[in-house]
């Protein structure tokens, strides 16, 4: 979820973390069901609606820590790759384990 957007950086929540990965929905990209990335949910050739499109997810190593925090990275993104991303993890983020 995009929460915040300028020049140089985006501000974006996770939607999930575990030991692994923290997965966001980027804003700028969509994934089709052949697997293509697209930069909009429409079809430029037929100018109508891709069904299929879903916003694409990015994940990121998460260091095996699963508390909230914020996370400054270089984004993976092939449509909008020049901005760094700021990922908020959080209570709302499934998997985020509460401060003890
Ligand atoms: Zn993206």
Known sequence: ????????YIVVKANKIDEK?????????FKINNGRILD??????????CKS????TH????????FG????????CKINHK????????ETTIGCLKEK
Request: proline share 4%.
């Open 69 to 76: 925090r914020i996370e400054q990275r270089v984004s993976h």
């Open 21 to 29: 990965y923290i997965y966001y929905q980027c804003p700028y990209c």
């Open 83 to 90: 901005k760094e991303v700021k990922i908020i993890i959080d």
């Open 59 to 66: 994940k990121h190593g998460s260091g095996g820590d699963l």
């Open 1 to 8: 979820m995009l929460i915040q957007e300028n020049e140089e």
């Open 40 to 49: 909009s949910p429409y079809c430029k050739k037929t100018k109508r609606y």
């Open 53 to 56: 499109a879903v916003q694409n």
